[in-house]
T-cell receptor, first 115, second 113 residues
Framework: EAGVTQFPSHSVIEKGQTVTLRCDPISGHDNLYWYRRVMGKEIKFLLHFVKESKQDESGMPNNRFLAERTGGTYSTLKVQPAELEDSGVYFC?????????????FGQGTRLTVV | LAKTTQPISMDSYEGQEVNITCSHN???????ITWYQQFPSQGPRFIIQGYKTKVTNEVASLFIPADRKSSTLSLPRVSLSDTAVYYCLVGGRRGSTLGRLYFGRGTQLTVWP
């Protein structure tokens, strides 16, 4: 069974440009989450989808970040326009609706560098 | 979710048992305790989860005292490949949808030959 897949693995863009990150969750997982770690900081929650609906977007830093999950399958996270402080590793995770353990399966992350 | 406190780093040698303790004084009655492992350039990976007493799986054991204000992750006979960051998290009620996770700084475990 495929795990959580993120694309691209690395992205280097200039300040002011737009970048779109993609996440494919584990098939059948209704819950999809975005997290990020900026340099030297902790992994921070961004938002949580249940199917195509935003369950919790309290962690989104500002309106330059837009997350979508059309059709309740894969999700995209767009940063527009990117700023230097957006550099970091963006993780996507998914989980079952209700399972034997309440665990999240994480992708390998997308390393975003804004120069 | 309850805030957790764990050592920033630990060192061990191959073959030794490693115990990483986490304190979570404000844990709620329904909260579970979960440990994740993260290798460089990878996302966190679930290791073990428990509510009270002791839980053991093929990777680790989790010891939780009666007051549940702390927990200890035990890794038997560590190898070089166990070098990673270990995160202790509380929350995630079994039988309900998993919400946001709160990651602290984690514990950087380094295993030496």
């Amino acid at each position: 069974e495929a795990g959580v897949t993120q694309f691209p693995s690395h992205s280097v863009i200039e300040k002011g440009q737009t970048v779109t990150l993609r996440c494919d969750p584990i098939s059948g997982h209704d819950n999809l989450y975005w997290y990020r770690r900026v340099m030297g900081k902790e992994i921070k929650f961004l938002l949580h989808f249940v199917k195509e609906s935003k369950q919790d977007e309290s962690g989104m830093p500002n309106n330059r970040f837009l997350a979508e999950r059309t059709g309740g399958t894969y999700s995209t996270l767009k940063v527009q326009p990117a700023e230097l402080e957006d550099s970091g590793v963006y993780f996507c995770a998914s989980s079952q609706g209700i399972g034997p353990y309440t665990e999240a399966f994480f992708g390998q992350g997308t390393r975003l560098t804004v120069v | 979710l309850a805030k957790t406190t764990q050592p920033i780093s630990m060192d061990s040698y191959e073959g030794q048992e490693v115990n990483i303790t986490c304190s979570h004084n404000n844990i709620a009655t329904n909260d579970y305790i979960t440990w994740y492992q993260q290798f460089p350039s990878q996302g966190p990976r679930f290791i073990i989860q428990g509510y009270k007493t002791k839980v053991t799986n093929e990777v680790a054991s989790l010891f939780i005292p009666a007051d549940r204000k702390s927990s200890t992750l035990s890794l038997p006979r560590v190898s070089l490949s166990d070098t990673a960051v270990y995160y202790c998290l509380v929350g995630g009620r079994r039988g309900s949808t998993l919400g946001r996770l709160y990651f602290g700084r984690g514990t950087q475990l380094t295993v030496w030959p």
